[in-house]
């Protein structure tokens, strides 16, 4: 909880009204750390698709969106009232000479407290027929996974999200 109220005084531009202590920068640090280490753990998952022809994919850049939405969460709060994400990032990955780009869509899950009360929705954007494919293959392993094993290998598939969870 803290570290959404965080972000929207950000994106409201009102960081500076309030005083923050020495304590909750040193949290809201951890937290962050924390929730930028997992969405890079989901992201090299994705990338496992392509381990064999690049096995160290790097991050070349992020940008914070928190005042977009993206499609699916567009989607997700307008038609399955799933609760509006709290930020969004782009994050874009070298793989080997290609660049990918990932959105990561951030949502409180409810929690009081602690890094684990983020849940960060985390795919690659569908601006090449590359991504629309591995978002066709997850979607196959998570909803269909004995079909999906008669049409490609997989070596694991991305958490995401887990609309159980998202919902309560």
Known sequence: AMIKQWYQRRVRG???EEEVSPESVSEIIKI???NNEKAWNEILLWEKFYEEECGDPQLVKFQGR???MSPKARFLTTFRSWPRPFDRHDWVVNRC???VRYILDYY???FEEGA???LIDV???LDSFGAIRDRFKVFMLRNAPRVASFLFEYPMIPSGMDPVTISQ
């Open 14 to 16: 009102r960081e500076e």
């Open 108 to 110: 409180d899950v409810g």
């Open 116 to 118: 684990d009360s983020v």
């Open 66 to 68: 928190p005042r977009d």
């Open 97 to 99: 000479g290609t660049e």
């Open 32 to 34: 962050h750390n924390f």
């Open 123 to 125: 795919r690659p954007a």
